[in-house]
């Protein structure tokens, strides 16, 4: 079975545009989560999606967007890219059943460089 | 969200059992508790999840004591790749991930 997949795994911009970034969960998960981890520091929870909505947000600028298509993959968009945007930003799926969601199942990254 | 207390980081030998204690004081009723490890770079695996007493999977056991006010995830016989860092996690859904504990295994 395949796993949480993410593209692309590397990423380059310059200051001031945007990012889309792409997660694929694994086949039965409806819901999908983003992360940041900025070198050497823990993870900051970005958003949660479930059946297509967004049922949480973490502490980060309406700037970090992103939503959930039909077939449960997942896009993160970033506006106004800033230099400490730069981060592997991690995708997770899950499965969630009455309100409960189950452990989270992790891709591998998209690396984001903004100079 | 319940918050959660871990060490910051631990050292042992190969061949060693680990345990590492994560206390989350307000867990709420219907929270399980769930540890992940994480190696350099790449996303967290899931290790196991619990709700009470002991569970035990083919990697690790995880010691619940009846209060819930705190919880142990026994690794039993760690090796050099057994050093990552690993996470305490309790509630469901968007679960904020603390600094975790820096496990390092020593030949």
């Known amino acids: 079975e395949a796993g949480v997949t993410q593209s692309p795994t590397h990423l380059i911009k310059t200051r001031g545009q945007q990012a889309t970034l792409r997660c694929s969960p694994i086949s039965g998960h409806t819901s999908v989560y983003w992360y940041q981890q900025a070198l050497g520091l823990g993870l900051q929870f970005l958003l949660w999606?479930?059946?297509?909505?967004?049922?949480n947000r973490g502490n980060f600028p309406p700037r970090f967007s992103g939503r959930q298509f039909p077939n449960y993959s997942s896009e993160l968009n970033v506006n106004a890219l800033e230099l400490e945007d730069s981060a592997l930003y991690l995708c997770?799926?899950?499965?969630?059943?009455?309100?409960?969601?189950?452990?989270?199942?992790f891709g591998p990254g998209t690396r984001l460089t903004v100079t | 969200l319940a918050k959660t207390t871990q060490p910051i980081s631990m050292d042992s030998y190969e061949g060693q059992e680990v345990n590492i204690t994560c206390s989350h004081n307000n867990i709420a009723t219907n929270d399980y508790i769930t540890w992940y490890q994480q190696f350099p770079s790449q996303g967290p695996r899931f290790i196991i999840q619990g709700y009470k007493t002991k569970v035990t999977n083919e990697v690790a056991s995880l010691f619940i004591p009846a209060d819930r006010k705190s919880s142990t995830l026994s690794l039993p016989r760690v090796s050099l790749s057994d050093t990552a860092v690993y996470y305490c996690l309790v509630g469901s859904g968007d679960m904020r991930f603390g600094a975790g504990t820096r496990l390092t295994v020593k030949p």
């Open positions: 999606y479930d059946e297509g909505e967004e049922r």
């Open positions: 997770a799926s899950s499965t969630v059943d009455r309100g409960f969601a189950y452990e989270q199942y």
